[in-house]
């Protein structure tokens, strides 16, 4: 390679498979990560693609999915590749996946409870010493669903943002409300941030931005 030449993007496995309630925004945001760079996105709703060695791949992404996604095959592939080191990055409904399979909440550090209305309200940015939150305001206006989980992923992920209940209308968790956090699963990184309802969100730029460093690192790109 020469000196001027740029290294090759990293691979990144975009999967937005549904079975439950599927997402208009998805099309949107499909484009939008394939945009981010710095990474060669391949697309699929196929779940064989999760059976075949993701060892190529430098993260997994779960945009958006809802339901019971994988094989049984599909399961054990992505449970090797991330406890050996694989990245793993989930979006919005991705906490409304695979419900059936006990791994992936712990994977993941919490499964969704339910949403008020899509409505503008306020995120509390805990932790500006990450990729995904070091360009955003400790107090972040957004339009998004503000998600409720059954527990707080608090203790077992470092939470990066969280929502301000008092914001909007209809929050169920209290004070501590976690949105955004990351967290370590075996030798891999896990990466999750519940917004990304509206189509809009995928035209925000810093929401833009959030994905890129959240996935980024996930991937191990970003330190």
Sequence with gaps: ???????????????TRTTAYRHDSLPDAVTAVAALGPFDVEHTEDPAALEAPLDGYA????????????????????????????????????????????YYGELLGARFARHPAHQPGRALVEDHDHPATRHLPAAWDF??????????PRGVARVLVSA????????????????????????????????GHAREAYADPDFRAHLRGGIGWAAGLFP
């Design 164 to 195: 301000d209940e008092t914001s909007y209308e209809g929050g169920g968790m209290g004070e501590d409300h976690p949105l955004v956090w990351c967290r370590r699963q075996g030798a891999g990184r896990v990466f999750y941030t519940a917004l």
């Design 143 to 152: 339009t998004d669903e503000w998600y409720d989980f059954r527990t707080s």
């Design 1 to 15: 390679m020469s000196p001027t030449a740029r290294p090759p993007a990293a691979r990144l496995l975009v999967f």
């Design 59 to 102: 993260a997994v992404l779960f945009l958006s999915t809802s339901g019971e996604v994988l094989t049984p095959a599909g399961r054990a592939r992505l449970t090797a590749y991330v406890e050996a080191g694989g990245g793993f990055a989930g979006v919005h409904a991705a906490a409304c996946t695979e419900e059936d399979w006990p």
